[in-house]
């Protein structure tokens, strides 16, 4: 089973600044297989990126996903007040989704 | 526009049973499966299992096999998701979210959850 480890556990940035999330699978992934959510606070998570660079439909540029093998990042170039949230990354293999802990980002 | 709406909150006791509901509208229903993931409170996502809505496939997450049991009634677009006797351990939101039609699938689109709360 693949275990997803995201790091840092807590981001803490300023509008404006740049964000950089990591996702870290236990064994090599097929990049296809990774995707990134974001959760605000009351909300239901939201699809950003899928196939490890993929932006979903309506997702600003300013988020974009790289990676591959057993490390990958979600970057967000310059925060927005409404980027402030929990970001997970997830991996699909055999037949299960597995979810990283998940990377709070919050306002310093 | 693709939409999957949930049943509201519930409150249960210990051993109650419950189901809730997740209903698509704005595309064709049996052509995606549907997952359910599971949130306790302040914690992760867990993914529970998911149904092929045109012939029922289930697949169930091994936590989760035995425990709830996911179904779906074509004719009218909508997932099941239902425990038969009900553990305060079964507090969580359970959301419910549309597989696209692409392999490997990712939660494309997601319902608003279903708060469940189990307390005597």
């Known amino acids: 089973e693949i275990v997803l480890t995201q790091s840092p556990g807590t981001l803490s940035l300023s509008p404006g600044e740049r964000a950089t999330l990591s996702c870290r699978a236990s064994?090599?992934?097929?990049?296809?297989?990774v995707a990134w959510y974001q959760q605000k606070a009351g909300q239901a998570p939201r699809l950003l990126i899928f196939?490890?660079?993929d932006r979903a439909t309506g997702i600003p540029d300013r988020f974009s996903g790289s990676g591959s093998g057993t490390d990958f990042s979600l970057t967000i170039s310059r925060l927005e007040p409404e980027d402030f949230a929990v970001y997970f990354c997830?991996?699909?293999?055999?037949?299960?989704?597995?979810f990283g802990p998940g990377t709070r980002v919050d306002i310093k | 526009e693709v939409q999957l709406i949930q049943s509201g909150p519930e409150v249960k006791k210990p051993g109650e049973s419950l189901r809730i509901s997740c209903k698509g509208s704005g595309y064709s229903f049996t052509n995606n499966w549907i997952a359910w993931v599971r949130q306790m409170p302040g914690k992760g996502l867990e993914y529970m299992g998911r149904i092929g809505p045109s012939d029922s496939s289930i697949d169930y997450s091994p936590s989760f096999q035995g425990h709830v049991t996911i179904s779906a009634g074509k004719s009218i677009s909508t997932a099941y998701l239902q425990w038969s006797s009900l553990k305060a351990s079964d507090t969580a939101i359970y959301y419910c979210?549309?597989?696209?039609?692409?392999?490997?699938?990712?939660?494309?689109?997601w319902g608003q959850g279903t708060t469940v709360i189990v307390s005597s």
């Open positions: 979210a549309r597989l696209p039609m692409r392999f490997p699938p990712y939660l494309g689109v």
């Open positions: 997830q991996h699909y293999g055999n037949s299960l989704f597995t």
């Open positions: 064994q090599s992934v097929n990049s296809n297989s």
């Open positions: 196939g490890a660079s």
